[in-house]
């Protein structure tokens, strides 16, 4: 079975700054995708960021990058130059295969930006 | 782009009830949509695969009488909480794939349910 761990509930970073939110997954399966989602307080949920098994480099979308190393099964969001409205939960999901089907989500992280 | 419309946003109800939740791809066909749901600070739930002209795919321990879902169109799942008690109050929310196997999951805006 799939299972994904975001071991942070809540992260504090302010303006302008980097964070780190981190995602740990484990599968028996050689081929999934890893995705980050954005969940503001009005409840939807917004993709951010895709990892596919097989990509060699790390996929990177503006201001998100996902520090993706495989033989920890670490799939860390990485969000640079923080702004105020990046203050949300942040879940890690996980799809069996590399589609974007049927997700797995982790527990989420609440990301408080400060000025 | 994608957009996936879910309604109503909010609704109360009393206990024993029955609601019915929308979920819609406006421009997009969908075979299948997903159905989630998510109790308050806590993590999205897979509760069941809706496919349309078929039954849907429940996860485990998710009740098939209580969540009932109908996938009648390409556009269209509905969910509908039967009988409805208070602890069934939670956030549900509908994702559907809007295109090819590799597209990102697009996701409603969610119902919040309560049931008095």
């Known amino acids: 079975a799939q299972k994904i761990t975001q071991t942070q509930p809540g992260m504090f970073v302010q303006e302008k700054e980097a964070v780190t939110l981190d995602c740990t997954y484990d599968t028996s399966d050689p081929s999934y995708g890893l995705f980050w989602y954005k969940q503001p307080s009005s409840g939807e949920m917004i993709f951010l960021i895709y990892q596919g098994s097989y990509d060699q480099q790390n996929a990177t979308e503006g201001r998100y990058s996902l520090n993706f190393q495989k033989a920890r099964k670490s799939a860390n969001l990485v969000i640079s130059a923080s702004q105020l409205g990046d203050s949300a939960m942040y879940f890690c999901?996980?799809?069996?295969?590399?589609?974007?089907?049927?997700?797995?989500f982790g527990t989420g992280t609440r990301l408080l930006v400060s000025p | 782009g994608a957009v996936v419309s879910q309604h109503p946003s909010r609704v109360i109800c009393k206990s024993g009830t029955s609601v019915k939740i929308e979920c819609r791809s406006l421009?997009?066909?969908?075979?299948?949509m997903f159905w989630y749901r998510q109790f308050p600070k806590q993590s999205l739930m897979l509760m069941a695969t809706?496919?349309?002209?078929?039954?849907?795919?429940?996860e485990q321990g998710v009740e098939k009488d209580k969540f009932l879902i109908n996938h009648a169109s390409l556009t269209l799942s509905t969910l509908t909480v039967t009988s409805a008690h208070p602890e069934d109050s939670s956030f549900y929310i509908c994702s559907a794939p809007p295109g090819p196997y590799n597209s990102p999951l697009h996701f409603g805006n969610g119902t919040r349910l309560t049931v008095t």
């Open positions: 999901a996980m799809s069996q295969n590399t589609g974007f089907q049927k997700l797995v």
């Open positions: 809706s496919n349309e002209g078929s039954k849907a795919t429940y």
């Open positions: 421009d997009f066909q969908a075979t299948t």
